[in-house]
Every structure is written in C-alpha cells, then in structure tokens.
C-alpha cells in the first residue's frame, strides 16, 4: 500500500513546471547513451578482434548503457503517456532496453561478435545458411585485413544496433532473404489493412459502448442478446486483440522495409558507400510473420511462423542464464535443456511485463492491477502447452483442424489473462480514434497507429 501511495504523490507532483524542465534535460540523458553504444558496438568489429584494450573498454561500457536501458521508461513514463500514439510508445519504451541487452551480450564477447556472411544459392535460392569451423576462419581473416576507417567503423556499430536477427552476420540463423520488390510490399500493406480494420474495429467497439464490453459492443449494433453471447463475444474480442496486434506489427515493420528500400534506391543511385547502403538494404528485411494462422502446433508457431524478432534477445537473457544457473547447480543436460527453454519464454513475459509499465497511465501503478502478471502467465503457460501437445494432437481429428485446432484453442484460453491485461487495464487502445471520426482516407489507410 505504501508503494502505491507513493507513485500517486509521485505523479500529483507532476507539474507544467516539471514537464518543462523534463523536455530540457531528457534530450541528453535519454540519447547520449546510445553513442556509447555504437561505440561498443564499433568495437565488436573484426579490427579489434585481439584487441584486450577493446575488450576492456566493452566491458566498461556495459554497467552504463545497461543501468541506463532498463531504467529510462521506469523514470520517465509519464513522458511516454503524453504521447497519444500507443504503437510508438511502445517502441520508445522498448528501444533502450533493447540496447541494454545488446549492450549486455556484446560486453562478455572476446573478440569480434559476427562477421558478415554471403549468401548462398542453394537450389537455385539465395539463403543465408549457418557458418561452421574452417569457413568462419576464412571470413574472419578477410575481413580483419579489410582497411576501415572510424566512418566504416561508426556504421558497423550502427549496424550491430540494427540487426536484430543477425541476418547478414555470422552469428544469425539460417533465413531466406527478403526478396520483395517495392510494389510488393505497398500491396502487402494494403492486404494487411483488411484484418488490421476487422479487428481494430470490434476492439473500438466494445471500448465505446455503453458498458464497454464486447457483449454490449456487439448488441449495439443490433445482435440481438441470446444464451452463448457472452461467450462467443469474449471468444472473438480475444481473436481480434491477437489479431490487431500482429496487423499493427506487421504494418510497422512492412512500412520500414518500404522506408529501407526507397533510402537505399537512392543511395544506390548517389553511389554512397557500401558500408552505407548495408543498413537500408531490403534484402535484410524478410517478412516479419510467416502466416501465423498455418501453425500446426505451438512449437511450430513459436519457433517459426510469429514473429522472430526478439529470439535472439530472449536467447541471451533467458536461455543462456537458465542453463549456466543449471549447471553451477550439477543439474543434467537434460534439466539443463528444459530449463533453457523455460527461460526463453520468461523473459519474454518479463519484456512484456515492462512493456505494460511502460504503457501503463502515470496514475494506475501496474502492482495495483488487477489482473498483474497476465503478460507474465501468458507466456509461461505456452511451454507448458508445446511440453503436452504431442500426446494432445493425435487426438484431435484432422478434418476438425487437428493441430491447427489446438493451437488456436489453446491460444484464445490462455490469451484471456493478457488481453484483459493490455485492454482492460493498461489500455493500449485508449487513444485509437473512434470509429465514428473514421473517414474514407482513414479506414482504406493501412496506417492506424
């Protein structure tokens, strides 16, 4: 009680005056850190790779960039609710800790972290593909002899940054490139407009209606009120809030890539360096979802098709930490493993969890909500749920889905908690104009965020 008293003196001490004087010295402290990022980052770059002063230096770094990441959202959240934009609040609260996690993974690395691969035909299509033993050594040599200045070196900083999948490094996974052209992806933004609309619309309905619940939502535009109406209501309000979010997702990363693909027409076009034309490069940007609704299990829709790209973040503060914990304690590879894979889907939970502080109203405190931890529950039921389907799909009739019934059933039950977390209470969608104020222009624009 006494915590909560003290965020609601917190923020009625929250002047114009405070404001101000915020917007004054916020510039400094919330971006000066991360030019000591793309230095570390500059020094993860093959010329420094027997360097034990860059290694120093890293390590140094970290403790700053890192206490700095995790605690800007938490000093100036109500900075971030003055912002009527939900999506971009997001990404404001979730930029610094990305870069503390990165900071966090690059300051224990010897020597360089990644060098960049090619890609290779294989079957007659380009694809990136693992890197092992002897042809790593090569890429190393090469590009440790390969002259750089501290222009080329600031870009590959910047590009260690940048590269959330590690595509074009030899640390990322095996991928197919993006291979979309710029027509492409203006159709696929405008394909994606038809379930961001369906979805967003029912969730602006049940949040304008008279009682604000999807069962009132749907009988205010005359569905009649019968046995069952309250279920399949909840049923279809869980359905559209995964649905806007992976819509509005995939909208803000396709828009990117877009974005990526014209800088680096002209770019070309102006012959700017190589080094340059890297980080706009389209080609690094293939699609963020890979059809979701396909997933034949929960392993597959998890691992593969929702989006990926934070595996390499939950990787290093989740798995890695779970499995050296467990082998200080002489625990079995076995345990080891199973640990590790709980502690991807924790830490996940955790980012979500201070994505929702982040969020939050400056005057609701997430520890009084009611329905805290439901980001947390929500991802730690999912293991739970891939540790069980292989003895629950057998048992499920193809011609009713099989697999594909499972995860979607599975994923609407444990959804609930989340959803009346992020809808309910943390209110993503408070600031979304209302359906009423959607003109034409608006609701054919795939830009609603």
């Known amino acids: 009680m006494s915590s909560i008293i003290h965020h609601d003196q917190f923020a009625s001490e929250i002047t114009i005056e405070n404001l101000t004087s915020f917007h004054q010295t916020a510039p400094a402290r919330a971006f000066l850190p991360y030019i000591l990022i793309i230095l570390q980052g500059a020094l993860l770059h093959p010329k420094f790779s027997h360097s034990t002063f860059a290694r120093w230096t890293k390590m140094g770094l970290t403790p700053i960039i890192v206490t700095w990441g995790i605690g800007l959202p938490f000093l100036y959240s109500f900075m971030l609710s003055e912002t009527a934009n939900p999506w971009l609040n997001l990404m404001i609260a979730l930029l610094p800790i990305w870069a503390a996690f990165k900071s966090l993974e690059w300051g224990f690395v010897s020597g360089s972290h990644g060098y960049r691969r090619p890609l290779k035909i294989i079957n007659r299509m380009p694809r990136w593909e693992k890197v092992k033993g002897g042809e790593e050594e090569e890429y190393k040599k090469a590009q440790q002899e390969k002259p750089s200045n501290a222009f080329k070196l600031a870009l590959w900083g910047i590009l260690q940054m940048m590269s959330m999948r590690g595509l074009q490094l030899t640390w990322g996974p095996s991928a197919v490139p993006n291979n979309r052209s710029i027509s492409s992806l203006v159709r696929r933004l405008f394909r994606v407009t038809i379930p961001l609309n369906a979805t967003l619309s029912f969730i602006l309905l049940t949040r304008d209606s008279p009682l604000g619940t999807p069962t009132s939502g749907l009988m205010s535009i005359g569905v009649p009120n019968f046995t069952g109406l309250e279920f399949i209501s909840e049923t279809l309000y869980t359905f559209a809030f995964g649905g806007w979010i992976a819509s509005s997702m995939d909208t803000i990363y396709t828009s990117a890539t877009l974005i990526g693909a014209l800088i680096h027409r002209l770019a070309v076009w102006f012959r700017f360096p190589e080094e340059l034309l890297e980080l706009f490069d389209p080609i690094n940007c293939p699609p963020i979802f890979d059809s979701p609704y396909k997933s034949t299990s929960l392993s597959?829709?998890?691992?593969?098709?929702?989006?990926?790209?934070?595996?390499?973040?939950?990787?290093?503060?989740?798995?890695?930490?779970?499995?050296?914990?467990?082998?200080?304690?002489?625990?079995?590879?076995?345990?080891?493993?199973?640990?590790?894979?709980?502690?991807?889907?924790?830490?996940?939970?955790?980012?979500?969890?201070?994505?929702?502080?982040?969020?939050?109203?400056?005057?609701?405190?997430?520890?009084?909500?009611?329905?805290?931890?439901?980001?947390?529950?929500?991802?730690?039921?999912?293991?739970?749920?891939?540790?069980?389907?292989?003895?629950?799909?057998?048992?499920?009739?193809?011609?009713?889905?099989?697999?594909?019934?499972?995860?979607?059933?599975?994923?609407?039950?444990?959804?609930?908690?989340?959803?009346?977390?992020?809808?309910?209470?943390?209110?993503?969608?408070?600031?979304?104009?209302?359906?009423?104020?959607?003109?034409?222009?608006?609701?054919?624009?795939?830009?609603?965020?």
Request: proline share 7%; no cysteine; charged share 15%.
């Open 300 to 449: 597959e829709l998890w691992g593969k098709r929702w989006q990926t790209l934070l595996q390499r973040l939950f990787l290093i503060t989740g798995k890695k930490p779970m499995i050296w914990v467990a082998k200080k304690f002489g625990a079995k590879e076995k345990t080891q493993k199973l640990l590790g894979f709980f502690g991807v889907f924790a830490s996940s939970g955790i980012l979500h969890e201070y994505a929702a502080y982040a969020l939050a109203p400056q005057d609701a405190p997430l520890w009084a909500f009611r329905s805290f931890p439901g980001a947390f529950f929500f991802f730690m039921i999912q293991p739970i749920g891939i540790l069980l389907e292989p003895k629950i799909i057998p048992w499920i009739p193809k011609r009713l889905g099989g697999g594909t019934l499972w995860v979607l059933i599975f994923s609407l039950l444990t959804a609930y908690p989340y959803r009346v977390y992020f809808l309910g209470e943390v209110m993503l969608h408070a600031k979304m104009r209302p359906l009423s104020e959607w003109s034409w222009m608006y609701t054919l624009s795939p830009f609603k965020w």
